[in-house]
């Protein structure tokens, strides 16, 4: 696996083939796929966190079922374009992915040179939830259990909006 800017992604890439997008959050990770064209991202699922190789099984297999080709993780860069805490936290996350051993990859059909890129990630939680109250009209209960896939949604989106304009 490497980490690639977003911009060297789809020359990485299998053709025909999902990028998943995650929103880590303190107690969740967000989890968003691609369609095989890579024009739309869409929310998956809701990882809940506990240790680090019961969240990397539920992705690699969640990877396995989409037939993903790449991960796009949102970076939680400060406003003012600074990293801080949260920025080494999703970059340590990253490098425990790096250090996964291979016969994890190849035990769920993954190539293990998997690429991940970062993406700038400062405003997917807030657009998300003014969107979920403004437009889709939910509850704060309900805000709670679609912000963090809808976030990934979000970033993921934005990636693959990058990535077409790239090429």
Do not use: H
Not at 30 to 59: H, M, N, W, Y
Not at 67 to 96: H, K, W, Y
Not at 110 to 135: G, H, Y
Request: proline share 5%; glycine share 6%; aromatic share 4%.
């Amino acid at each position: 696996m490497a980490i690639l800017d977003i911009t060297e992604l789809k020359a990485a890439l299998p053709p025909r083939r999902a990028l998943i997008g995650l929103d880590l959050g303190e107690k969740t990770i967000g989890v968003a796929v691609s369609d095989i064209s890579l024009s739309i991202g869409s929310p998956l699922e809701l990882i809940k966190k506990s240790k680090f190789t019961q969240e990397a099984e539920r992705l690699l297999l969640l990877m396995k079922q989409r037939e993903a080709s790449g991960l796009v993780i949102g970076l939680p860069v400060n406003m003012d374009g600074t990293e801080g805490p949260r920025c080494q936290s999703v970059r340590a996350f990253a490098r425990n992915l790096l250090r996964l051993p291979t016969e994890k990859f190849t035990a769920a059909g993954l190539d293990p040179d998997l690429p991940i890129a970062f993406w700038d990630e400062r405003w997917s939680s807030s657009v998300m939830n003014r969107f979920l109250i403004e437009e889709a009209d939910l509850t704060r209960a309900k805000r709670a259990e679609v912000i963090d896939r809808s976030a990934a949604a979000y970033i993921l989106q934005g990636a693959l909006d990058r990535i077409r304009s790239a090429t």
